[in-house]
T-cell receptor, first 113, second 114 residues
Framework: AQKITQTQPGMFVQEKEAVTLDCTYD???????LFWYKQPSSGEMIFLIY??????QNATEGRYSLNFQKARKSANLVISASQLGDSAMYFC??????????FGSGTKLNVKP | EPEVTQTPSHQVTQMGQEVILRCVPI?????FYWYRQILGQKVEFLVS????????KSEIFDDQFSVERPDGSNFTLKIRSTKLEDSAMYFC????????????FGSGTRLTVV
């Protein structure tokens, strides 16, 4: 069975500091992808970063990096130098050999000025 | 950058009415999907569509739901007789292939059933 777990329903971070959002997953698929999406209050899903299960290096996209630890089945999102505009819901998601996403329950990030 | 376009962005409908949510996937994509997100909850898979037929559906996707690709560009989700619990954000997505990457979500349609 495929499962994504986000254990932090809410997080606070001071502006300009770094924050780590946790994500663990469970899958029996040999090949899979891990994704992070940002959902602002307007509701759209904004793709942030992707990590393939066979990628040797951790993915980075600007201020976003994915701390991928395959043996621990974790794919934490690190946001460096937080900005007020980073306040939103963040969803971790996984897609395997089948063609659908499994999403976590999300983490609401609040960036304080 | 190519986008998946969803219309309308917000729809309000009376309970029991039929509603059609529209999506224009990315033009060279072959796989199409609908997801649902009830307010405050996680995003859930509804259905996937390939080669003009449903390839997979979840237990949520009952007889009240149907999907169609009526022409070469649109992909629609129909709810025949809406219930209050159908109120949610509905996301369309498309992908070029079954490979793990290459998946694009639309910006969503917020459906409110009153």
């Amino acid at each position: 069975a495929q499962k994504i777990t986000q254990t932090q329903p809410g997080m606070f971070v001071q502006e300009k500091e770094a924050v780590t959002l946790d994500c663990t997953y469970d899958t029996s698929d040999p090949s899979y992808g891990l994704f992070w999406y940002k959902q602002p209050s307007s509701g759209e899903m904004i793709f942030l970063i992707y990590q393939g299960s066979y990628d040797q290096q951790n993915a980075t996209e600007g201020r976003y990096s994915l701390n991928f630890q395959k043996a621990r089945k974790s794919a934490n999102l690190v946001i460096s130098a937080s900005q007020l505009g980073d306040s939103a819901m963040y969803f971790c998601a996984m897609k395997g050999d089948f063609n659908k996403f499994y999403f976590g329950s999300g983490t609401k990030l609040n960036v304080k000025p | 950058e190519p986008e998946v376009t969803q219309t309308p962005s917000h729809q309000v409908t009376q309970m029991g009415q039929e509603v059609i949510l529209r999506c224009v996937p990315i033009s060279n994509h072959l796989y199409f999907y609908w997801y649902r997100q009830i307010l405050g909850q996680k995003v859930e898979f509804l259905v996937s569509f390939y080669n003009n037929e449903i390839s997979e559906k979840s237990e949520i996707f009952d007889d009240q739901f149907s999907v169609e690709r009526p022409d070469g560009s649109n992909f629609t989700l129909k709810i025949r007789s809406t219930k209050l619990e159908d109120s949610a954000m509905y996301f369309c997505a498309s992908s070029e292939s079954r490979r793990v990457g290459g998946y694009t979500f639309g910006s969503g349609t917020r459906l409110t059933v009153v």
